[in-house]
Antibody, heavy 113, light 105 residues
């Protein structure tokens, strides 16, 4: 069974930091590029960041560049998103995805004073 | 690349055939995915590369198109198909999604 389980979300003040994790099982993690996609409450889907299989290529949406850092640990089948200098507009459900086909259930990040 | 979808919302009944249109602001060849999202759930992949049905997706779903214009057709709507559908282009960065089309009763 394929599982992607995100964790690390929560309530944080503007300017604060959070580190999201995604634990993967059921598919060959090291052969998939991985992504973070977010969805603000009641809104559509918004691509955040992607990382290639070997971490050699990393990409960010302009809205999070220089504030978010994506990384992965293929040995432990983990994906991370370090989020710094958080803004109110970063409030969303953050999904971890394996390629296009595998999605987690998301972890909620709320940025509010 | 900007993605637009129409119509939204789309009102339909069980058994209807419906078509959702997705348009890209520039040529994306066939780098187009379709997702279904039911309320309170994560999106699930329906179609990739514009017309290839993902494993396990019922054959009543069909994707077509290339370049800038794409469609997702659902033939014979089932109760579980009332959901929101998103297109996504992966031709170039940043990856972008359409705004979604909600299929409701």
């Amino acid at each position: 069974e394929v599982r992607l389980v995100e964790s690390g979300g929560g309530l944080v003040r503007p300017g604060g930091s959070l580190r999201l994790s995604c634990e993967v099982s059921g598919f060959n993690f090291s052969t998939y590029s991985m992504n973070w996609v977010r969805q603000a409450p009641g809104k559509g889907l918004d691509w955040v960041s992607s990382i290639s299989r070997s971490s050699s290529r990393i990409f960010y949406a302009e809205s999070v560049k220089d504030r978010f850092t994506i990384s992965r640990d293929n040995a432990r089948k983990l994906l991370f998103l370090q989020m710094d200098n958080l803004k109110v507009e970063d409030t969303a459900l953050y999904y971890c995805t394996g390629g296009s086909e595998y999605w987690g259930q998301g972890t909620l990040v709320t940025v509010s004073s | 690349i900007q993605m637009t979808q129409s119509p939204s919302p789309l009102s339909a009944s069980v058994g209807d055939s419906v078509t959702i249109t997705c348009r890209a602001s520039q040529n994306i060849n066939n780098f187009l995915n379709w997702y279904q999202q039911r309320p309170g759930k994560a999106p699930t992949l329906l179609v990739y590369l514009a017309s290839t049905l993902h494993s396990g997706v019922p054959s009543r779903f069909r994707g077509s198109g290339s370049g800038t214009d794409f469609t997702l057709t659902i033939s014979g709507l089932q109760p579980e198909d009332f959901a929101t559908y998103y297109c996504q282009q992966t031709s170039s960065l940043p990856i972008t999604f359409g705004p979604g089309t909600t299929v409701d009763v």
